[in-house]
């Protein structure tokens, strides 16, 4: 089986940027924790950060039939993108939304995801640890599918 975790705009700056929200845990740590947890299940997995939309949009097309499930913060696009919910809506690989704050908690902005509608499930407040749980879920729904 295969994974892929895409992280979008801003996350690179994960450890510096606004601690106080998104915490100490840089994005290499996040991939690392992943990928170490891909190779105790046997699980292949792929780790990218774009801040472009269309880069996003290019990787998630490119996973379509070789890919078995998405791990994806897709940063502020979360709250705009038309384009990323189509993208995830086409390829119908079974995603996961992820956020490391409690997007429902902040600005009202925030609260509206368009993606969340076209994916599995969303997982928001948690911090890096978000990801390790997207992660069991997907291993899960892979079980599921006999995969
Ligand atoms: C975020 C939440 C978004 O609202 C924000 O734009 C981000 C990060 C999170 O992980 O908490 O860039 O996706």
Do not use: W
């Not at 450890?15 to 106080?20: A, I, L, Q, W, Y």
């Not at 039939?65 to 995830?88: E, K, M, Q, W």
């Amino acid at each position: 089986a295969k994974l892929l975790v895409l992280h979008g705009p801003n996350l690179n700056l994960l450890g510096t940027r606004e601690p106080d929200i998104y915490g100490r845990t840089t994005l290499e740590q996040i991939n690392r924790d992943l990928t170490a947890l891909a190779q105790e299940f046997g699980v292949e997995i792929d780790c990218y950060q774009s801040n472009h939309e269309g880069f996003l949009i290019d990787r998630l097309q490119a996973a379509r039939g070789n890919t078995d499930g998405v791990i994806f913060n897709p940063g502020g696009y979360t709250h705009t993108s038309v384009a990323l919910r189509d993208c995830i809506a086409a390829i119908s690989i079974p995603t996961i939304e992820v956020h490391l704050s409690n997007v429902h908690a902040r600005e009202e902005f925030r609260h509206r995801s368009m993606l969340a509608p076209v994916c599995m499930g969303q997982i928001s407040g948690l911090g890096a640890i978000g990801y390790t749980l997207a992660f069991h879920a997907l291993l899960e729904d892979l079980a599921k599918r006999g995969l």
